[in-house]
Structure formats: structure tokens, C-alpha cells
């Protein structure tokens, strides 16, 4: 009788975790979700588990619907292009599931931490969520623009590293998203718009075959993070490998940057012609 009894109580355990468990899918699809950065990957992911009349409501919206959905999570990720999401233990009730959650950018610096509340539609999706968050936890837009400018400076000034010193070619093109464009003047013998690294190495080598470079007045960084882009200001000198002369040039070089990235880059000679001149002479 007992053996039959504890059985009853297995079975009766096993059947209340596999609810759980069953409860808690359509808020591991929500997190994966807000994992996705990809809009239109992110989309097919909200549709397994979100209706046409499913809310979502937190301090910065108030929305109804799949696609508006989508969107709200899309404005996220253009104010916090490297966040990490992380969420803790879920507490199940009935339709209801809370848990605590924490954003973090590409650094671990904390970026805000909260507390969702779902309620379920007992058909494995998502009727309603509501967001709270702690904002004594929360960054100020001055605090995350300044760690994000941080990150720029520290992507750019790892590229300036790799080109004009280590000459390293493969710590570069980790740092270069594909397809990313370099225009250079087109009065160079090396000018023109470059897509993609494969392309870059080609314009570097070229230009290798006129002059030899290095940085005689280091970079000055100047960045506006809420633009993503990076503007650094310094003077090279180049030594001619047809003249033997060598010349100091002020040089400027404006970075667009996107998701840890450089996408695009373009320099200004202080006196392009006078460089081309340079480029072009002989003994």
C-alpha cells in the first residue's frame, strides 16, 4: 500500500514540474527574444509566443501587438547596441511568472536591473508583461554615453595600434565589420573607396609602395557616442621610396562605427596636393 501510495506522490510531482516546466516555455522564447538582435530573426521568434492583443507595458512603453513589440526591443538595442541581458530564477503561479533581471553593456558595467511579471495564457503564450525597474540601478544617459565613448576610443586606438605599429593585419580585421567602406582622396595614387578588408589590404599594400609611415604626434580622439562615430586628429611622417625626402602631414581620420565595429573610415590630408606632390617626386 505504501509502495502504491509513493508512486501516486511521484507521479503526482512529476506531473505539477512537467506544467511547470510547460508554463515556462513561452518566457524562455520572451528572453530569446530579447537576445535576438537581428530584427527580422528577432520577429519569427515574438510570433511563436505573442498575439495580436498581447500587452507589454514598462517605464519606457506602453504597447499592443507583435510587431509593435518587436519595435520596442529594436529602440533598445539602438541606445544600448552592446547590451547582455541576463535573467534570475522564475517564480511560477498559476498563469503568473516573475523573475529578476539585469542588463549589462560590453564591459560588465551594470547598466539597469529589474523585475518582469508575466501572465500566461495557459496555451503557451504570452498574454501580458509588465516591467519594473530599480532605478537607483539605472545608468544616466551621461553615464552610458560615456562608457560607450570608452568602447570607441578603445576600438579605434586598437586599430591606429595595429596599423601604424604593429602592423598586424589579423588583431585588424577582427575589428572591421564586412563590407565596411575606406574612401580614400581619389588624387592619391592609391585613391579611390574600398569595400570590405580583403580590399583595404590591397589599398595598405599599395600605398606601401610609395611611401613607408609612422606617427610622429599621437592621435587626439574626439567622439560623439550617440552618433557612433569616432574623429581622431595626429601627424604622420612619411619617408618616400622614390625620393629618399620625408614630410610631416597633419591627418584626420573620421570612423563610423556600429556594434564594436568599424564600418567605415575616411581621412583628410591637411594639404592633399602637397601629399600627392610627395608621393610623385623623385631625386
Request: with cysteine.
Amino acid at each position: 500500500m505504501r509502495k502504491i501510495y509513493f508512486i501516486c506522490i511521484l507521479f503526482i510531482c512529476n506531473d505539477i514540474l512537467a506544467q511547470k516546466k510547460d508554463k515556462l516555455y513561452p518566457v524562455t522564447v520572451y528572453e530569446k527574444a530579447w537576445q535576438e538582435k537581428n530584427s527580422d530573426a528577432r520577429l519569427k521568434i515574438i510570433k511563436t509566443i505573442w498575439l495580436d492583443d498581447s500587452t507589454f507595458e514598462d517605464p519606457s512603453a506602453s504597447i499592443k501587438g507583435i510587431v509593435a513589440f518587436n519595435n520596442v526591443i529594436t529602440e533598445f538595442y539602438k541606445k544600448f547596441p552592446d547590451a547582455k541581458l541576463t535573467a534570475g530564477a522564475k517564480v511560477v503561479k498559476d498563469n503568473y511568472v516573475s523573475w529578476d533581471w539585469k542588463i549589462q553593456d560590453a564591459k560588465n558595467n551594470l547598466i539597469m536591473t529589474g523585475r518582469d511579471f508575466a501572465r500566461l495564457n495557459g496555451k503557451g503564450q504570452v498574454a501580458k508583461i509588465i516591467g519594473f525597474w530599480d532605478s537607483g540601478a539605472i545608468l544616466s544617459e551621461a553615464d552610458i554615453l560615456k562608457n560607450l565613448e570608452a568602447d570607441h576610443f578603445k576600438l579605434v586606438s586598437k586599430y591606429v595600434e595595429s596599423l601604424f605599429k604593429t602592423r598586424d593585419f589579423n588583431v585588424m580585421a577582427t575589428l572591421i565589420e564586412e563590407g565596411a567602406i575606406y574612401n580614400q582622396a581619389e588624387e592619391l595614387p592609391y585613391g579611390g573607396t574600398y569595400k570590405g578588408f580583403e580590399e583595404w589590404k590591397k589599398m595598405f599594400a599599395k600605398a606601401t609602395e610609395f611611401f613607408d609611415v609612422e606617427i610622429e604626434k599621437e592621435p587626439v580622439y574626439f567622439s560623439d557616442a550617440s552618433k557612433n562615430e569616432v574623429i581622431i586628429y595626429f601627424t604622420i611622417k612619411c619617408k618616400s621610396k622614390k625620393s629618399g625626402k620625408t614630410l610631416s602631414m597633419p591627418i584626420s581620420e573620421h570612423f563610423d562605427l556600429k556594434d564594436g565595429k568599424i564600418t567605415g573610415i575616411r581621412p583628410f590630408y591637411f594639404d592633399t596636393k602637397q601629399f600627392v606632390e610627395f608621393l610623385k617626386s623623385r631625386k
